[in-house]
């Protein structure tokens, strides 16, 4: 019988971008430099001739630990999906809640987080992830069309790998 895992595993390592890369403070980690992008970024031509297009969100953000292992620093280039926004990154202790649903081809927030967090009509464009004991980024933008996967990105999040979770939302403006 096949295992379901692999092709979930499969999908969940392919939604990573190119330019979101994470900066390594232990040298025990298995990465090969000090910063480390993970495969590949579809490029697309996202706006007509003679239009202006808006530069992409640039952050980082210190990864989620499990007690005193330091993973490091991601580093992320976000292109923007709403013509006038803005990136809030919110930072949650496990276990955690989060109100919200595919709409027009998003994942949007039905319900306002806690204080300081996300709002009804955010746009969750990305979240931490964990494969085994090795984190990621996953692009819920590029695959709102499968909640389910989305769902089980966010799941990954639990204590045996880490004690938070990171959620990067685009609020429009």
Not at 120 to 145: H, I
Request: aromatic letters at 8%.
């Amino acid at each position: 019988m096949k295992s379901p895992s692999l092709p979930v595993a499969v999908c969940l390592l392919a939604s990573i971008t190119l330019t979101n890369g994470f900066v390594t403070n232990n040298p025990r980690l298995p990465f090969p430099s000090s910063r480390t992008s993970l495969f590949e970024q579809e490029e697309e031509a996202s706006t007509s001739p003679g239009e202006q297009a808006r530069p992409d969100f640039e952050f980082s953000f210190e990864i989620p630990k499990k007690g005193i292992a330091d993973i490091g620093t991601a580093e992320v280039s976000l292109p923007p999906i709403l013509d006038s926004s803005e990136i809030v990154v919110v930072r949650y202790d496990l276990p955690f809640g989060l109100s919200a649903e595919p709409q027009n081809g998003q994942v949007i927030v039905t319900k306002d987080g806690k204080e300081g967090g996300e709002k009804v009509g955010d746009v969750l464009r990305q979240t931490t992830y964990w494969r085994g004991k090795n984190p990621g980024l996953f692009d819920v933008s590029k695959n709102a069309d499968n909640f389910d996967l989305v769902v089980q990105a966010l799941v990954t999040n639990d204590l045996a790998v880490a004690d938070e979770i990171v959620l990067v939302f685009e609020r429009p403006c």
